[in-house]
Structure formats: C-alpha cells, structure tokens
C-alpha cells in the first residue's frame, strides 16, 4: 500500500518514528570470530538490517575449490580485471575478492536455499564492493595475493549495500590491512516518485528502511574518509534531476554521522586491546 505523501512533510515524523534527516540505530562490533577462523571479523545493524563480514589474507594466490560465486577485481596501472586473474603488472597487486550470502529468512518472502548466490543484483554489490576497497586498500604491498570479503546478510530492512560497505570496512580494519581511510555508506531517499513533476515538494530523506525504499526513490553513497569524496553512488530507482542533488548531499552528511560511529567502535576495540596487553 502506498505511503500517504503527509508522512514525509519535514514538520511530521516518518512511520518508524524518525525526522527525515535522523539515521537508525546503528550498533557494530569487531573481531567477532576467533583468529583461526579469520583474520578480520564484524557484525553490524543498520536499524533491522544485520550483515556480519569476515576478511581472509593476504594469502598468496587464489582460493581454490570454493566456487562461492564472489567477485574478484585486481587493480592494476589504468585498467581493472573482474571476475577473472589478473595478469602483467596487475600481479604487483592483490585481488580484492567480495561474496555475498543472503540468508532466505532475511526478508520477508523466504527464499531458496543458495544464499542469493549467482542473483544479478547480489552480483552487481559484490562487484560495487570489491572495486571500492580495491582502490582504497593498499594493494600493492601485497603482491600475487589475494584478500577474500564474505558478507552474510541475517537481515534485510533497507541499505543492505551501505551495511556490507560498513561491515567490511570494520572487518578490514580488525585484519589490520592497510587503508587510505575509512569507506562509509548510507542510503538517503526522496519523498516524491519520479512520476511526480513537482520537484519543490519533495524532501530528502536519510537512511531509507525497507518499507521507504520500495515505495521511493533512493540512492546509496559512500564517502571516503571524514571528507566529502565519494567513493561510491549507487541508484537503482529513477528520479527527477533536480531532487538528486538534495538526495546526495543529504547522504553525504549523513556519511560523516556513519564514520564517528564506526571511528568509536574502531576506538573501543583499540582500548581493550591495549588494556589486556598492559595488564599481562
């Protein structure tokens, strides 16, 4: 049933009970898992949206035998390989690997046992991942190896990409793999759809849940660092031009409110490691 157009006036509160540029709960922990099972570990919601990532590597050459329908990208001088090897000077730099499961009881209609595997859309974020960290990570100093990203999404309400870049992100963090920054995403929506001509009326809207985004318009962005470079834009749904520019400024803001609740987990983690190594 479509949402009543009054619900989104910037004077009234949305159905969850949000203003319009008021993020949902955002909860994250690190090193979730033991070491032996991998090297980085997180577990992250996004209002009811939970992802938990794990990082495996650097290890020297590519997962054999998996067939876990991920996504490799090598970057290399001026091009990028996906989904195959890398070759030349591409081999001076490590692959970025990205795979995606979706549980079936994720959503709401259960789906097939196969973890959304092999799906185009699943396959398109993986894709979106792992060329985003391939360009941030520090590739180079790890040469002909490769670094493997599994997402599991529990639960999906809305931004399951911006969960996933936020997951890895602190997961790639614990692996103590090197970085330019940190890469953090949110969603941000508009209140008319695209068949509506007037662009003056429609308000911009942060952090879309599940139910705003089968509704409306929405885009996905990521920002690197505590700038305003965005590393990713997504759109998957059509919109008037004169909306977009409020839509992604909206979502860069509300990057910069990602990245201090991410910076604090990173923070959090940091300290308690520190304490248990000076009171031995």
């Known amino acids: 049933m479509p949402l009543p157009p009054s619900t989104y006036t910037l004077a009234l509160l949305r159905p969850d009970g949000r203003r319009w540029n008021e993020l949902r709960r955002i909860s994250a922990q690190i090193s979730t898992q033991a070491a032996s099972a991998a090297d980085g570990s997180s577990f992250l919601e996004m209002g009811n949206t939970k992802v938990i990532c794990t990082v495996t590597g650097p290890a020297e050459g590519g997962r054999r035998g998996g067939g876990g329908g991920g996504v490799a990208v090598g970057v290399g001088v001026g091009a990028g390989v996906i989904g195959g090897g890398v070759g030349g000077e591409e081999k001076e730099k490590a692959t970025v690997q990205v795979e995606i499961g979706i549980a079936g009881f994720s959503g709401v209609e259960r789906k097939k046992r196969g973890g959304g595997r092999g799906d185009k859309r699943t396959s398109e974020m993986q894709s979106t991942i792992a060329s985003a960290f391939s360009s941030t990570l ?140 000076t009171s031995r």
């Open 138 to 277: 520090f590739t180079h100093l790890y040469p002909r190896s490769t670094i493997l990203i599994t997402l599991h999404v529990l639960a999906q309400d809305g931004s399951v990409l911006a969960a996933c870049l936020n997951a890895a992100t602190l997961a790639l963090v614990d692996a103590g793999i090197p970085m330019s920054d940190y890469i953090v995403a949110c969603t941000s929506g508009s209140t008319s759809s695209y068949s509506s001509s007037n662009d003056e009326s429609a308000d911009p809207l942060l952090d879309v849940n599940g139910m705003e985004e089968q509704e409306l318009p929405f885009l996905t962005v990521a920002t690197l660092g505590a700038g305003e470079k965005v590393s990713v834009l997504v759109m998957e749904t059509r919109v008037q031009v004169g909306r977009l520019e409020g839509m992604l400024a909206v979502g860069v803001d509300g990057c910069k409110q990602v990245r201090e609740i991410l910076d604090q987990v990173v923070r959090r983690q940091g300290k308690k490691i520190l304490e248990s190594v």
